[in-house]
């Protein structure tokens, strides 16, 4: 654990936080946001929480114009006893540092950025709403601050962390969501940044879901990017298909996100001695599992997605419509569970919660 404290500069003017069951993802930021600097000189110095605020930066600040910048999202739960919990922040920082690695950012002490995320929820607590299926959604993100126009890893960055009261990712809340097969643009290549969390993954995704919300699509699933073949992840979230009872997730493979909720799903269906296969899967095979009425049911994991299943997969001029479009039995499982633990109202056997 890092030596440093952290300095609290109380915020005088509190916002009115937005009710609980009217909250959508992602539109509301609490009173207060932590923030760490890095020069070379120092290294990381000057953790402080201040009021929530805009930051200034030079225009010329490195992150503006190659994208040198890194994220995580996890989230916060009240429980029903009114306790504040996270749910396994320790993945969250382990693999913010595997990001900061392929972004050429200085590696953060993993248990000092717990420690600030938990700080920094204490002192937002009123801000952890507490309706059904709602949560404090975390960003903790990094930015290249050096103003230099060179290609060059910066020499100067900040650490922020920020808090968003949050309901349901998408629109369609919890209900089964409409997802199209992306056949023209690809997400990422093996080699490529797919693996880490970075903002331009993110950003070369939004043409092609601009394309398919104008047919009433939520997301695109993105195949591999050599062949368009083999399934990959949604951007939002990982991918899992239930075939003749084996539940299938694509491997992964350098250019799939890790997830932390995938791999907890992975983690709870071993629990439960359900078969569940890493593997490489096309769309061909998914396609004839679903002619042959074996595709019994598709979901996609996130921490903002949580368990989200999917009534409807549109590839080419075919839609394959799953589970009668609703919610199938293990989604429900999964979601009752999952959810259950980061609550607090079902036991947590793999010590995945964290008070704050
Ligand atoms: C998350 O699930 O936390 C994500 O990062 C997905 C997001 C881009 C909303």
């Not at 009217?22 to 890095?38: A, N, R, V």
């Not at 996270?86 to 950012?105: G, V």
């Not at 061909?284 to 299943?309: H, K, Q």
């Amino acid at each position: 654990m890092s030596e440093y404290t952290i300095t609290v500069v109380k915020n005088e003017n509190p916002k009115p936080k937005p009710a609980s069951d009217q909250l959508k993802f992602g539109k509301y930021f609490t009173d207060h946001m932590f923030i760490y600097d890095y020069s070379e000189a120092k290294g990381w110095h000057n953790p402080r929480i201040v009021p929530y605020q805009p930051i200034v930066l030079d225009p010329a600040a490195m992150i503006f114009h190659y994208g040198q910048t890194v994220f995580e999202g996890l989230k916060a739960y009240r429980t029903k006893e009114g306790h504040i919990q996270l749910f396994r922040p320790d993945k969250n920082m382990e693999r913010l540092n595997l990001s900061n690695d392929r972004l050429c950012i200085p590696a953060i002490d993993e248990e000092f950025a717990i420690n600030a995320v938990k700080h920094l929820v204490h002192v937002d607590s009123e801000w952890v709403p507490d309706a059904e299926g709602t949560s404090l959604y975390i960003r903790p993100f990094i930015i290249a601050t050096e103003p230099y126009l060179g290609v060059n890893p910066s020499s100067m960055y900040q650490f922020i962390v920020i808090l968003s009261p949050v309901g349901a990712y998408y629109e369609s809340g919890i209900n089964p969501v409409k997802i199209a097969v992306e056949n023209e643009y690809v997400r990422a290549v093996k080699g490529g940044t797919g693996e880490a969390k970075t903002a331009g993954n993110y950003a070369s995704s939004l043409k092609a879901q601009e394309i398919v919300s104008k047919e009433g699509y939520a997301q695109v699933l993105w195949l591999d990017g050599l062949e368009k073949k083999y399934i990959e992840e949604v951007g939002s979230m990982n991918v899992f298909f239930k075939i003749k009872g084996e539940i299938i997730t694509p491997e992964l493979n350098g250019s799939i996100l890790n997830g932390v909720t995938r791999n907890s799903v992975i983690e709870l269906l071993r629990h439960w001695d359900l078969p569940v296969t890493e593997r490489r899967i096309t769309m061909e095979e998914l396609d004839e599992a679903y002619r042959n009425g074996e595709l019994e049911e598709a979901f996609g994991s996130g921490t903002a997605a949580v368990i989200s299943p999917i009534g409807e997969l549109a590839w080419g001029d075919k839609k394959l419509i799953i589970t009668e479009g609703q919610t199938g039995e293990v989604s429900k499982r999964l979601y009752d569970t999952l959810t259950g633990i980061q609550f607090g109202s079902v036991e947590d056997p793999f010590g995945w919660t964290v008070k704050v």
